[in-house]
Every structure is written in structure tokens, then in C-alpha cells.
């Protein structure tokens, strides 16, 4: 059998600008660095993996944010951290930074015993999800893998260049 590693992923963005606001926020306290910079791409890299934002001139995604009633947001990227307070502190870090969680810090033992995550949306309504296993040691429920159930205390404050204000609670 021949084994394959994940390389890039390559996404659509409607603004160069706002996705590097966005995605340097995010990415690059990850241990991310922009390689590339253009008018009709970004490149991020952590040496492994490489994340691509393309401008799209005619998108061919049609992509709807989510509102916070989904039973389920199957479409994401999701990103490993070492404990779920590595998981609190950067949703802090970049809440500092004005870009707000969808789904704010919380366990989820319907996912996995110790499972942990936050979630943001960025401009293009990609959601981005921060993890880590630990914690306490609910009962393990099957799930399909890529899901995500319905938040207990969903925020919704949209990622965006720099704005005002602070994010409801």
C-alpha cells in the first residue's frame, strides 16, 4: 500500500487584504509563516502543511456562513493544539486582535472524551477550528468524522479588517 500525506489545501477568497488580516491573526502565533504574498494569492506554510488563499474573480463556491443553528458544520479546517488552555489562551489572543469566535472555547464529549474546541469564520465564511484532547472523561459517542454539533453558546461577530467594538458575551 502506498501511504500519502496531506501537502496544501488550496481556498478561494473573495479579498486578498481581509484573508491576510484575517489568516496572519490566526496562523501565525500557530507556527505558520507567509511565504508568499500577491494581489491574487497568499501562501502559508508551517513546513509540513501549506494553506493557499486564492482570489477567486468568479468564485465557483458559493460558500454561506454559518448562523449558530446548525445541527452539524461538516466544512472546516481544523488545527491541533497541545491542551485545551493552549485552546482558551489563543481564542484570547485573538479576540485581543478583534477576531471573534463563532463557537467560543468549550469541551464536547459528544465528539470524543476530553475533546475541546473553539471556532471562528473568517471573511469568506471558512470555518477554522482550534482543538485539543484532554480534560475530563465523558463517555466516547460514535460521530461521523468532519462533524460538528450544534454550539451551547454560539457568538457570531464576522472576522474582519480592523473594527470596533467588543465581542458579545
Known sequence: MVRGALHHVSLEVSDIARARFFYDRFLLP??????????????????ALT?????????RVHRKAPDGDEEVIAEHLAFRLPSPSAVTAREAELTRAEIYPFFRGEEHPEFSAGYFSASWVDPDGIVLELYAMGGTRASRRSRTPGTRARAARPTRKRARAPRRGRASR
Open 30 to 47: 500557530l507556527g505558520y509563516r507567509r511565504f508568499a504574498t500577491d494581489p491574487t494569492y497568499l501562501g502559508y506554510t508551517d513546513g
Open 51 to 59: 494553506l493557499w488563499l486564492l482570489k477567486s474573480h468568479r468564485p
